[in-house]
């Protein structure tokens, strides 16, 4: 088991690098799972961070979600179903819901399969998005940027088991 993890460790850095992956620049792979919906690949989730993430503080950490597409998708609707999975977390007023909702769609273009949307948290500031390796849109909101990434790391999570994955659980790199 970390022979396997160690090699896929290696796999993705190198693949981050060949792909032009600023974003990823003195990372360290925390964990990594992969999202299904009825039983379809959507993305595979990647967790990144300079430091081991403890996951009762990882909304005071710099860190860098990694999505890499499984298959084609429009970036309204990941707009609209991160909007909604945020909720989850917390009361968001309808004026809130409109401007954080423009916003993503500025930052989330359409994805094909193989595509990469990543985001850096920064804690207290707000959230930088990068579509494959290139700067896509900085949100300079820190409760957006809490809310967005509890998406994936709050124990409100809809994704108990990739939580677990992306915070150092069985496929992780703590």
Do not use: C
Not at 14 to 20: D, Q
Not at 31 to 52: C, H, K, N, T, V
Not at 108 to 117: N, S
């Amino acid at each position: 088991m970390q022979r396997r993890t160690a090699l896929a460790t290696l796999g993705l850095a190198f693949v981050a690098s060949a792909h032009g992956a600023p974003e990823l620049a003195g990372l360290k792979l925390r964990g990594q799972g992969r999202f299904r919906y009825f039983g379809l690949s959507i993305y595979d989730a990647r967790l990144w961070s300079a430091e081991p993430v403890d996951p009762a503080r990882w909304a005071e950490l710099p860190l860098t979600l990694e999505l890499q597409y499984a298959r084609s998708l429009v970036g309204r609707e990941i707009a609209k179903r991160s909007l909604a999975e945020m909720r989850r977390q917390a009361s968001i007023s309808d004026a809130q819901t409109q401007t954080w909702l423009q916003a993503m769609e500025a930052a989330f273009p359409d994805v094909k399969a193989g595509d990469r949307l990543s985001g850096q948290h920064e804690p207290g500031v707000g959230a930088q998005f990068f579509f494959n390796g290139q700067a896509r849109q900085r949100i300079a909101d820190a409760q957006f940027a809490r809310l967005f990434f509890g998406i994936w790391l709050s124990p409100q999570t809809s994704e108990p088991a990739l939580r677990e994955q992306l915070l150092g659980g069985r496929d992780g790199q703590g």
